[in-house]
C-alpha cells in the first residue's frame, strides 16, 4: 500500500520490537513517536532526533523557538520569584510600610513618639525596637501602661478598640493586610501566566511544524497508545490511512479511537484497522468492572467485543512460543 501506516502498542517493549521488524525486512521510512525507546537502533529514526537534525539555525522558524525558549526561561524564573514571596511570612518593615500608605490611623497605633530627641528605653533599661508595639500587639498582648505617656492619639477610643481585639481578630487583621499587600505580586504573576501559557501554545505549533513534515515523509509511524494520544492532533494532521493495533486484547476503546482520523478533520480518514492479540489472555491493564452484569464491562477490550460478535478475523494454525513436547509436560502438572 502507498498509505501510511500507524502502528500502534499497548508498551514501549512492543513497540520497539515491532519495528526492530520492519527496519529487519527493510523498511526505513519509518519514526518512532515518543521518547521512551530502548532500543539503539530506532534511536535515529526517533522523532525527537529526526527533529534536532532537521534544525536550520538560519531558519526563521528556528530563530524565533529560541527566542520564544529564552523569554519561556526568562518567565519561569519570575514565576518562581512570585510564588517564593507569596509563600513567605512579611515583617514588620513590609506591613509598615503597607500601613503607612492604605492605614495611617493604625500605624500611629503602633508607634511610640520620641519627644525632645530623647531615646525611649525599656523598664530594664534597654533600647526599644522599631517593631516593639507590633511584636506586642500580633502575639495578643496588651499595650504596656508605662508607655502611654508616650503615645500621642486623638482617636482615644479607637486606640482601646484597637489593643483590645481578640487574637481572632488581630490575625484575621493580618492575614488581610498581608492579602492586599501581596495583592500586586498576584496581579503580576497572572499576567506572567498568561505570557507564559500563550508562548507555550506558540512554541507548541513552531515544533508541530516541523514534526508533521517528518511525519507526513514517513511511511510507517510508531506509538504506544498514550503516545499516540498524547501526539493526537499531529497524527491527525498526519492522517495514516491504515492504523495496526499489537496487543489488542490489553488495549480499551478509547486508545484505539484516538488512534483513528476522521475525515471531518484530517480531509482523509482511517481506512483499515488492522487489531492483532489474544482475547483469551490478558485483558486490558485498567480494569474497570462492573459489580453486576449488568455494567458496560470496561474490563473488555473492543478487540474482545468485535471478535464476541462475530466480527472475521484471522487466527494462526502454529504459534511457536513452546514445542508440544515441552508443553505437555506443563499441562500434565495441572
Not at 527566542?67 to 509598615?96: C, G, M, S
Request: with cysteine.
Amino acid at each position: 500500500t502507498d498509505e501510511t501506516i500507524l502502528c500502534v502498542c499497548h508498551t514501549n517493549h512492543a513497540l520497539d520490537q515491532f519495528l526492530e521488524h520492519m527496519l529487519s525486512a527493510g523498511e526505513t521510512k519509518l519514526v518512532r513517536i515518543g521518547g521512551r525507546s530502548r532500543s539503539a537502533s530506532l534511536e535515529p529514526f526517533n522523532l525527537r532526533t529526526l527533529a534536532r537534525q532537521k534544525i536550520d539555525r538560519n531558519n526563521p522558524i528556528q530563530f524565533r523557538i529560541r527566542q520564544v525558549t529564552a523569554r519561556l526561561y526568562a518567565l519561569k524564573d519570575e514565576i518562581e520569584k512570585y510564588v517564593a514571596n507569596l509563600e513567605v511570612q512579611l515583617d514588620w518593615h513590609q506591613f509598615r510600610d503597607y500601613l503607612s500608605l492604605e492605614e495611617p490611623d493604625t500605624l500611629e497605633m503602633l508607634r511610640i513618639e520620641q519627644k525632645d530627641g530623647f531615646q525611649i528605653v525599656h523598664t530594664s533599661g534597654k533600647d526599644i525596637a522599631d517593631d516593639f508595639l507590633w511584636k506586642c500587639w500580633s502575639e495578643g498582648g496588651s499595650f504596656p501602661s508605662w508607655l502611654l505617656p508616650h503615645v500621642a492619639l486623638t482617636d482615644q477610643e479607637g486606640f482601646r478598640g484597637f489593643w483590645g481585639l481578640a487574637v481572632s481578630e488581630r490575625l484575621a487583621l493580618i492575614e488581610r493586610w498581608r492579602s492586599d499587600f501581596l495583592r500586586t505580586d498576584s496581579t503580576a504573576i497572572d499576567s506572567t501566566i498568561s505570557e507564559f501559557e500563550s508562548l507555550a501554545l506558540e512554541m507548541k505549533s513552531l515544533r508541530q511544524d516541523g514534526e508533521l513534515e517528518i511525519l507526513q515523509n514517513a511511511r510507517v509511524l510508531g506509538a504506544t497508545t498514550s503516545g499516540a494520544a498524547k501526539h493526537r492532533e499531529l497524527l491527525t494532521m498526519t492522517a495514516p490511512g491504515v492504523v495496526m493495533v499489537e496487543e489488542a486484547a490489553e488495549v480499551l476503546e478509547a486508545h484505539v479511537l484516538t488512534s483513528l482520523t476522521d475525515s471531518d478533520k484530517a480531509g482523509q480518514e482511517t481506512k483499515h484497522l488492522i487489531m492483532i492479540g489474544d482475547h483469551k489472555q490478558l485483558p486490558p491493564k485498567y480494569r474497570l468492572t462492573a459489580v453486576s452484569e449488568s455494567g458496560y464491562r470496561l474490563d473488555r477490550s473492543l478487540f474482545e467485543r468485535l471478535i464476541e460478535a462475530g466480527r472475521s478475523s484471522a487466527t494462526l494454525n502454529v504459534q511457536h512460543r513452546m514445542r508440544p513436547s515441552i508443553s505437555e509436560l506443563v499441562r500434565l502438572q495441572t
